[in-house]
C-alpha cells in the first residue's frame, strides 16, 4: 500500500538545522512531485516548498525561501527538507506529499513529523 513515512523531526534552538525525511512507497515515486506542508494548531497547512518529479524545478514560500532546501532521490524513493537558521515561528508539523505530475487529484500524504523550534 502507499506509504509516505517522514522523519527528522524534533527540537531544536533557534539558529540550528534539522534535515527532514520522507520515504515513500506503494506507487511510482518518479511519477510524483513531491511537497512540504506545514501546520500548526488551529491553522490550515501552509505549502512549505515543491519539488518537481524529475528534481528540476523547486519552489518555497517567501517565509522560509533562502533558509529551506527541498531536494529528492528518485533512486532511493525520498524527499529531503534541509532547514537551516530555523526561528521560532518554523515550529509546526511537517507534512510529506505527493503529488502526481498529471493527475493532479492523486495525492498522498505522509502522518507528519513534530518541529519545534526553541531555547
Known amino acids: 500500500q502507499v506509504q509516505l513515512v517522514e522523519s527528522g523531526g524534533g527540537l531544536v534552538q533557534p539558529g540550528g538545522f534539522l534535515r527532514l525525511s520522507c520515504a515513500a512507497s506503494?506507487?511510482?515515486?518518479?511519477?510524483?512531485?513531491m511537497k512540504w506542508y506545514r501546520q500548526t494548531p488551529g491553522n490550515e497547512r501552509e505549502l512549505v516548498a515543491t519539488i518537481s518529479s524529475a528534481g528540476i524545478g523547486t519552489n518555497y514560500a517567501d517565509s522560509v525561501r533562502g533558509r529551506f532546501t527541498i531536494s529528492r532521490d528518485n533512486a532511493k524513493n525520498t524527499v529531503y527538507l534541509q532547514m537551516n537558521s530555523l526561528k521560532p515561528e518554523d515550529t509546526a508539523v511537517y507534512y510529506c506529499n505527493a503529488q502526481h505530475k498529471i493527475f493532479s487529484g492523486n495525492v498522498y500524504w505522509g502522518q507528519g513529523t513534530q518541529v519545534t523550534v526553541s531555547s
Open positions: 506503494g506507487f511510482t515515486f518518479s511519477n510524483y512531485a
